[in-house]
């Protein structure tokens, strides 16, 4: 029987060895990639000096819609790419905007004339120099000017675009403040057509591969206008279990990992720096107030009395993260009102008051529906949930997919509160603001006030950065007065660093920038 | 050959009602695939000529009947989320789930097979306790758990694979194989206790059969008619429960390849479902299904090779 | 011989018992509301106040380990009822006429037994949507149905021309008398077994869909949830994933006992 089992054992191995052999006859892989590096690890904590001129960054979701900025609505994606494309202009750090593809620009006096200058020699990732005809296709492309529906709406009061040589001349019907916030979008060789799957861009990466639900690698582009970035290759892995990602964090296998809970983090032992930043975020408690109880104005003020946001961010947070009072963030100083986020103290008593004299004397029972895959939110969810039994509300949650949440609460307002995080990804207030006027078609929480709609009109038009700011610090009152949601907080945004590495600039933007990572000597 | 044929026949009927069933299930649910396809970009217009590009206005059976053609071409229609053939998407995912489900399935034989013997040799009462006993137990344990374990033990403490990293399979051949290894360790713990049991009853069974006593009594070595008669008669259901066991490592590698990030079917599978990427759902799902079919009809005709008697039945 | 078998019933109703008996209690009594949260609490190892330490919400996990027992009961029970009553309702009948709606009937069996079954759960919760306990029971429940059918349908043919059916048949007894009163009482011998197989596989199954993020979600809570939950704290809370682990564990493997041991009664009696 022996001999039996020894012939299997052999016929085995010899089938092993044919599937190998077929294997290799498909294109192998360059060498030199970082599984080379780790993949020979002894006992030794994985070294750092291996990836000297690469690194790998975990991301917990798949870059798995189109790669087209243009086209692109993942927040994920969105987050990777950005070192890939750049705009006319691009944000900075600071939440500023500095010259990219333009070299330089100016804007008239009277907001309707902006004049930009090609950069010289500026490079796509194959090789082609930038011209003015590539910038005109981008900008039009999204405007619509092909006859669809325009992907950025706000670029429809552009009346006019000459270009001049090198110079740019846009002209508008109107003024539109956040122009150049828009004018961030990608821009885009003019006669390319795979941009959704192969995309080329003018950024301090270019995109080399991407294998679905595994990996995303960019290597450094050489031909960059500006400051080179210093890590030749990145590697994006997909972890989607966290259980993984911090097996893999601690394995060596991946030296970067955005997004982590302060549970999370307290795992990763030493080897590891643990960089906090904000999500740039409204995490709130969205009311629909267009349903009972939640078109009361006292009912919505109870629940901001009897909600503890400092509760909720020790609770589940382990203290990380900033209490908000209403729609806007830290990040964007200039609007920021500090003096909101205490506007409601935590007062259990308070609140059941509130709740008598709207009519509820015992309370009443309401729904948080949750997006279930989103951690965070089901957590500051399960802390309300115990909260509010304190002031006689008995909450449920009512847990459900992604998408059915984009499609029943966001597309089609049918809930009774839910918790979320909303953000502004072009670094505009107006982004964060205004979607709360009653005849917005995204203001999925019903919100209907006549003041607001009317201060949200003055603000958009307005040329004088002191006078709109004014008014979006009066929205954001508004909002707060009239307890248009239980706002919580901005979320922290931990960041797990390999020790060694360096160079980790935060945005006020969901973006990850690599190019100014660098491995310590 | 006969026998042969009719399995065969048995197996296409089975494969065409399961790609049956899977497209209408998904043409149910899935909607529009233009729709889905453009999102909020969709204009009457575009809707109508993207039916059009994609070949929706046709009959439904021929609609399926052009699936199910390119499911041998290789033409499994556009993902919607990569915007990439779904052949081109999956196609590196079956070779690593293969060889994960491969070495799982050596794992199994070569560990269960002799121990199935050896724990039949062991046959007091106090043996046979601790066989259920240890046995129940490797099945009660989530294979998740142990996916952890293993990789926190063998990643973390000893490093001797580095986990969320699958080497190449091309370039690093026996770096990805040995990553694999402990994958596959994971999914073979419960199905090799299933296995030793199997084996061990079925040894067992056969052991009290008349002829055994027979040739026993006759003056026959009790090992000889152990090797010579009643391995190979044993063989038949050893054999189908291999077959099925194929089955199982195919659906254990759903929730091991999560574990050890693993970029496989069962792991592009879950993600699809959750994007809604239909094309991809069922291209995965009736591969998947396929195999299922495929390695049963196996043990089947491999039973038929070691027991002629199988063809008679055939004919019944 | 009747010791011999013995043992393994006795032992896998000892571990299964106190397991079930801890639920039930757990179902009217925890010694903590397992919902309360505590910040002064977080993360606390095993002690006599927490006999199973607490989660990152300063929560008891032993009183929700308690009610989340009662979740997976709740949902291995009702699953293997579904599969059990359905897969006996097709497979008797099946069994039992036989025929072309037998053929058909099991080439359909083939065909849905060909989808590995937490790819079919994975499937069929794809279509109802996630988080839900009745979801996952609706989808469970539906995957056992092929096997009992199965099991059902060969235990009903072997019967089919027994001697006493026969007489049976020929002193007029009706089709359905024939099925519910003369054979299903002797089918329990391989039912009671694949029960308890069944129970085992739901609250495996369930445990690995929670793991995939389409079991139940909060504010249920599974065992198989919580263990998934807990492994995501392993290094700062290894109690967490050990105790919710120990218990499904043991659950499962008192009940395997139990099955193997009505197994060995079965083949005994023969």
Request: hydrophobic share 45%; glycine share 8%.
């Amino acid at each position: 029987m022996k001999k039996k089992f020894l012939a299997t054992a052999l016929v085995l191995a010899m089938a092993l060895t044919l599937f190998a052999g077929c294997g290799k006859s498909a294109p192998a892989e360059p060498a030199g990639t970082s599984s080379a590096g780790t993949s020979s690890a002894g006992n030794e904590p994985a070294p750092a000096a291996a990836h000297a001129d690469e690194i790998n960054i975990g991301i917990a979701q798949d870059l798995d819609d189109s790669l087209d900025p243009h086209y692109a609505v993942a927040a994920g994606t969105k987050e990777i790419m950005f070192n890939v494309f750049e705009g006319l202009v691009k944000p900075t750090p600071e939440g500023n905007l500095m010259p990219a593809v333009a070299s330089d620009y100016t804007v008239s006096e009277d907001g309707l004339t902006y004049d930009f200058i090609l950069r010289d020699g500026i490079k796509f990732h194959n090789g082609d120099e930038v011209e003015m005809e590539d910038v005109l296709y981008s900008i039009e492309r999204n405007m619509g000017s092909d006859g669809n529906e325009a992907l950025i709406p706000a670029l429809e009061a552009i009346k006019d675009m000459k270009a001049d040589g090198s110079k740019l001349t846009i002209t508008l019907d109107e003024p539109v403040p956040e122009l150049l916030n828009y004018l961030t979008l990608a821009i885009l060789p003019a006669d390319y057509d795979k941009q959704d799957t192969a995309p080329v861009g003018t950024g301090p990466y270019k995109f080399v591969s991407r294998v679905a639900q595994d990996n995303i690698v960019m290597e450094r582009f050489d031909d960059y206008w500006g400051e080179p970035a210093k890590i030749g290759k990145v590697t994006f892995h997909v972890v989607e279990k966290i259980e993984s990602m911090l097996l893999g964090l601690q394995g060596g296998s991946i030296d970067l990992c955005m997004h982590l809970t302060s549970t999370q983090t307290a795992q990763l032992s030493d080897g590891f720096n643990i960089e906090e930043g904000s999500m740039n975020l409204v995490q709130a408690l969205y009311l629909n107030n267009a349903v009972a109880p939640f078109d009361n104005v006292l009912v919505r003020q109870a629940l901001s009395y009897g909600i503890d946001k400092q509760g909720i961010i020790d609770l589940a947070f382990d203290g990380f993260g900033i209490p908000l009072g209403t729609s806007m963030f830290p990040s964007f100083a200039k609007y920021y009102d500090d003096s909101l986020t205490d506007y409601y103290p935590y007062d259990p008593a308070k609140a059941k008051e509130l709740l008598k004299e709207a009519g509820f004397p015992d309370g009443f029972s309401m729904e948080i529906t949750v997006p279930s895959n989103y951690q965070p939110h089901v957590d500051a969810a399960q802390v309300i949930v115990e909260q509010l039994k304190e002031i006689g509300v008995t909450a449920k949650i009512n847990p459900i997919e992604w998408e059915s949440w984009l499609n029943d609460v966001y597309g089609n307002r049918q809930f009774q509160s839910t918790i979320t995080g909303l953000t502004s990804d072009n670094m505009t207030a107006r982004k964060l603001l205004e979607r709360f006027r009653s005849d917005m078609p995204n203001n999925f929480t019903n919100y209907n006030n006549a003041d607001y709609d009317e201060l949200a009109k003055a603000a958009i038009v307005s040329t004088n950065d002191e006078e709109q700011t004014a008014l979006y610090r009066q929205m954001e009152k508004n909002l707060t007065e009239n307890a248009a949601n239980v706002y919580i907080q901005d979320m922290a945004d931990l960041v797990a660093v390999r020790k060694g590495l360096s160079g980790l600039t935060f945005y006020p933007l969901y973006v990850l920038d690599v190019s100014t990572l660098y491995w310590a000597e | 050959m006969k026998y042969t044929a009719k399995k065969i026949v048995l197996m296409l009927v089975t494969m065409i009602l399961v790609s049956f069933l899977t497209y209408t299930a998904f043409e149910l649910v899935s909607g529009d695939p233009a729709q889905a396809m453009l999102g909020t970009e969709a204009t009457p217009a575009r809707l109508a000529a993207l039916r059009e590009e994609l070949g929706l206005n046709r009959p439904f059976l021929i609609r399926y009947f052009s699936w199910l053609g390119g499911l041998f071409t290789g033409n499994l229609g556009v993902s919607f989320s990569y915007k990439l053939p779904v052949w081109q998407l999956i196609a590196p995912k079956i070779e690593v789930t293969l060889w994960l489900c491969l070495i799982s399935f050596i794992l199994i034989t070569v560990i269960s097979l002799p121990l199935g013997i050896w724990s039949y040799r062991r046959s007091g009462k106090i043996w046979d306790f601790m066989h259920t006993a240890f046995n129940q137990l490797c099945m009660a344990i989530p294979p998740f758990f142990i996916g952890i374990l293993l990789s926190w033990g063998f990643g973390i403490v000893l490093r001797v694979f580095t986990p969320g990293n699958l080497p190449d399979l091309h370039a690093h051949f026996f770096d990805a194989i040995r990553y694999l290894f402990f994958a596959a360790v994971c999914l073979a713990i419960p199905r090799s206790a299933m296995t030793v049991r199997m084996m061990r009853s079925t040894v067992i069974g056969e052991m009290e059969q008349a002829y055994v006593r027979t040739a026993i009594s006759r003056g026959n070595d009790r090992r000889a008619v152990l090797t010579r008669h009643v391995l190979k008669n044993s063989l038949v259901p050893v054999v189908t429960f291999l077959g099925q066991t194929m089955a199982e490592l195919i659906g254990g590698s759903i929730v091991v390849e999560q574990v050890f990030g693993i970029p496989g079917l069962g792991r592009f599978l879950v993600a699809s479902i959750s994007n809604r990427d239909y094309p991809v759902v069922q291209a995965i799902v009736v591969i998947l299904a396929f195999w299922v079919v495929l390695t049963g009809t196996a043990a089947d005709l491999v039973n038929q090779r070691i027991d002629p008697r199988l063809r008679l039945e055939g004919k019944r | 011989m009747k010791k011999h078998y013995n043992g393994y019933l006795i032992a896998g109703l000892i571990i299964s018992g106190i397991i079930i008996i801890m639920t039930i209690i757990g179902m009217f009594w925890t010694p903590y509301s397992p919902t309360a949260m505590s910040g002064a609490a977080k993360l606390q190892a095993p002690s006599l106040a927490h006999l199973f330490g607490t989660d990152n919400f300063g929560r008891d996990i032993f009183s929700r380990v308690l009610k989340g027992a009662g979740t997976t009961l709740t949902i291995a029970v009702a699953t293997v009822a579904i599969g059990a009553f359905f897969g006996t309702l097709i497979g008797a009948n099946t069994g039992y006429f036989g025929g072309i709606v037998d053929d058909i009937l099991m080439r359909l069996n083939d065909a849905v037994t060909a989808f590995p079954s937490i790819l079919l759960a994975l499937l069929i919760i794809s279509l109802t949507g996630t988080g839900k306990k009745y979801n996952v029971i609706l989808a469970l429940g539906i995957v056992f149905i092929p096997s009992f059918a199965r099991l059902m349908r060969t235990t009903y043919a072997s019967y089919r021309n027994a001697n006493y059916i026969i007489s049976a048949r020929l002193m007029g007894a009706g089709s359905g008398r024939i099925m519910m009163i003369h054979i299903l009482p002797n089918t329990v011998r391989v039912l009671l077994p694949a029960l308890t197989i069944g129970f085992n596989n739901a609250v495996l199954a369930e445990a690995s869909m929670s793991f995939l993020g389409i079991g139940v979600a909060p504010p249920d809570a599974s065992l198989g949830y919580m263990l998934s939950d807990a492994q995501g704290m392993f290094s700062v809370a290894p109690w967490y994933a050990v105790c919710t682990g120990l218990v499904i564990i043991l659950l499962v493997f008192g009940v395997g006992l139990i099955g193997a041991g009505m197994q060995k009664q079965g083949s005994g009696v023969n």
